[in-house]
C-alpha cells in the first residue's frame, strides 16, 4: 500500500539471520503488525508491536520500531526452510481504526 | 477449531454469474472483513462489519454485495462476475481491546473467473 512499504524479495540462507524492513508514513500509527503467509494458504499474524514500545522478542522473531525514522523491521534468527513464505507488515491507528493499512509483502526465499 | 472459516476455499466458475463465499468466526469477535488479495499479492480491504453494521466500504463496484445476518457470520455475494474479480479473497474479525484491534484472517477463498 501506499502509506506502507516493503523491499519486495530477500533470499537468506538456511541457519543465517533473515532481516525485514518496513517503512510507514502515518505518524499517528498506534500498532504494527507482521503476517506471514505461506504458499496457498491464509495470513497468519506472526507478532505486533505498540507504538511506546522500541522492541518485541518472541522466541526466534525480534521487531524493532525506530518511531522517529517510522521504520519497523521484523528479525528472524536461525532462518529455516518453513520460513521460506511472504511477510507483511501492516499499520493502524489504534483500536477503534479497522482499517489495517498492508504493506506489498516480502517474499523471502530460504536456500539451503 | 478453525477461528475464522470461509467457504469455499476454490471456486471457479464463468464471466457472468452469481457467487456467494461464506464466513464464518467462533472468536466471538464484533468485527468482520473483507479483503481482496490481487494476483500482485496486494491486500485491500473491502468491507466491514461491526455488530452486523457495516463499517467499512471501500471503493467496490455494487456488484459485491457484503451480507452479515449475525456479527459471527459475514458472506459476500459477487454478481455478473467479471474476469477481473478473479483473487483470493480473505475473511476476517477482530475485537476491539486496550491491545489494539489484532485481525485474524481466514484460509482464502480462491476465485477464478474464465
Known amino acids: 500500500g501506499e502509506d506502507v512499504e516493503q523491499s519486495l524479495f530477500l533470499s537468506v540462507r538456511e541457519g543465517d539471520s533473515s532481516v525485514i524492513n518496513c517503512t510507514y508514513t502515518?505518524?499517528?500509527?498506534?500498532?504494527l503488525y507482521w503476517y506471514k503467509q505461506e504458499p496457498g494458504a491464509g495470513l497468519q499474524l506472526l507478532t505486533y508491536?505498540?507504538?511506546?514500545?522500541d522492541m518485541k522478542q518472541d522466541q526466534r522473531l525480534t521487531v524493532l520500531l525506530n518511531k522517529k525514522d517510522k521504520h519497523l523491521s521484523l528479525r528472524i534468527a536461525d532462518t529455516q526452510t518453513g520460513d521460506s513464505a511472504i511477510y507483511f507488515c501492516a499499520e493502524s491507528r489504534g483500536s477503534n481504526d479497522y482499517k489495517l493499512s498492508f504493506g506489498a509483502g516480502t517474499t523471502v526465499t530460504v536456500r539451503a | 477449531d478453525t477461528a475464522v472459516s470461509q467457504t469455499p476455499k476454490y471456486l471457479v466458475t464463468q464471466m457472468g454469474n452469481d457467487k456467494s463465499i461464506k464466513c464464518e468466526q467462533n472468536?466471538?469477535?464484533?468485527?468482520m472483513y473483507w479483503y481482496k488479495q490481487d494476483s500482485k499479492k496486494f491486500l485491500k480491504i473491502m468491507f466491514s462489519?461491526?455488530?452486523?453494521?457495516?463499517?467499512i466500504n471501500e471503493t467496490v463496484p455494487n456488484r459485491f454485495s457484503p451480507k452479515s445476518p449475525d456479527k459471527a457470520h459475514l458472506n459476500l455475494h459477487i454478481n455478473s462476475l467479471e474476469l477481473g474479480d478473479s483473487a483470493v479473497y480473505f475473511c476476517?474479525?477482530?475485537?476491539?481491546?486496550?491491545?489494539?484491534?489484532?485481525?485474524?484472517f481466514g484460509e482464502g477463498s480462491w476465485l477464478t473467473v474464465v
Open positions: 476476517a474479525s477482530s475485537q476491539a481491546s486496550s491491545w489494539g484491534n489484532t485481525i485474524y
Open positions: 462489519y461491526n455488530n452486523k453494521e457495516l463499517i
Open positions: 502515518d505518524s499517528s500509527s498506534t500498532y
Open positions: 508491536i505498540f507504538s511506546n514500545m
Open positions: 472468536l466471538g469477535h464484533d468485527t
